[in-house]
């Protein structure tokens, strides 16, 4: 399955959702490293918002607990509106275990703060094999 710009020799497009502007600024740099354009979010209400504004994503990189909305809301409008299937989510916390069973179950990939470069890459090759 052919993403979002990949067929139209653009860069493949990803949503970055992330309340830390430290994290936020370094995993867009991780993001473009890799050959992505980034659409870089403060929140789960921005991420939502680039979702119904852009027609599809080739990547979604979300954390889990931010203010006004969290990722699982950003992962279930994601979804709902089936605006990309490779999602990976980071978060320093799991507090909702129940959540990221299902959401690793459906397909998704999770990834613990902290995190490396070789680490974060690793988990997009995942996705990237499992939807290609």
Request: charged share 30%; aromatic share 8%.
């Amino acid at each position: 399955m052919i993403q979002a710009n990949e067929s139209e020799n653009q860069p493949p497009l990803a949503l970055l959702a992330e309340d830390d502007d430290m994290i936020r600024e370094l995993v867009s740099l991780y993001l473009e490293r890799l050959g992505y354009e980034v659409v870089s979010c403060k929140n789960g209400q921005e991420a939502v918002d680039a979702l119904e504004l852009y027609p599809k994503f080739d990547l979604v990189v979300t954390d889990l607990v931010m203010p006004e909305l969290g990722g699982a809301e950003v992962v279930k409008t994601t979804q709902s509106l089936d605006k990309c299937k490779r999602i990976l989510i980071i978060s320093g916390f799991s507090d909702d275990l129940k959540f990221l069973e299902q959401a690793i179950e459906s397909g998704n990939e999770f990834l613990k703060k902290p995190f490396t470069f070789s680490g974060f890459t690793e988990k997009i090759e995942n996705l990237k094999k499992r939807y290609t």
